[in-house]
């Protein structure tokens, strides 16, 4: 996330272990860590879209010793249904030597 507060910088929130669904016109996420301080649910259709972000610092600061303090920002203090998703297609993985 990025807003006028931060100035432009991003607020990164990584996700380890999260498993995306994603097919042509959907995208569906829900994550939940397991001490509880982080959680995301996202789900992208056509007939519209929604993200509900928590995410305590003082929590995952002792999982993720390099957590932006900022993270507590991304609250969305419940679902957010005024929001506009495009889903792109995937872009091709390139072979490694």
């Known amino acids: 996330m990025r807003e006028r507060d931060t100035k432009g910088a991003w607020i990164d ?4 272990g999260a498993a ?5 016109g959907t995208a569906k996420l829900s994550y939940r860590n397991a001490n509880g301080g982080r ?6 259709s056509n007939a ?11 929590l995952e600061v002792n999982i993720e010793p390099d957590l932006d303090s900022r ?3 991304l609250n969305t203090e419940g679902p957010l249904t005024a929001v ?8 091709p993985a390139t072979p490694h030597d």
């Not at 519209?48 to 995410?55: A, F, H, L, T």
Request: one cysteine or more; hydrophobic letters at 40%.
């Open 20 to 24: 995306p669904a994603v097919t042509a």
């Open 71 to 73: 993270v507590d920002r």
């Open 84 to 91: 506009h998703c495009t889903i792109s297609p995937p872009v």
């Open 48 to 58: 519209g879209s929604r993200i509900d972000v928590w995410v305590d610092y003082g």
């Open 39 to 44: 959680h995301v649910d996202l789900d992208v």
């Open 13 to 16: 929130l990584k996700l380890p």
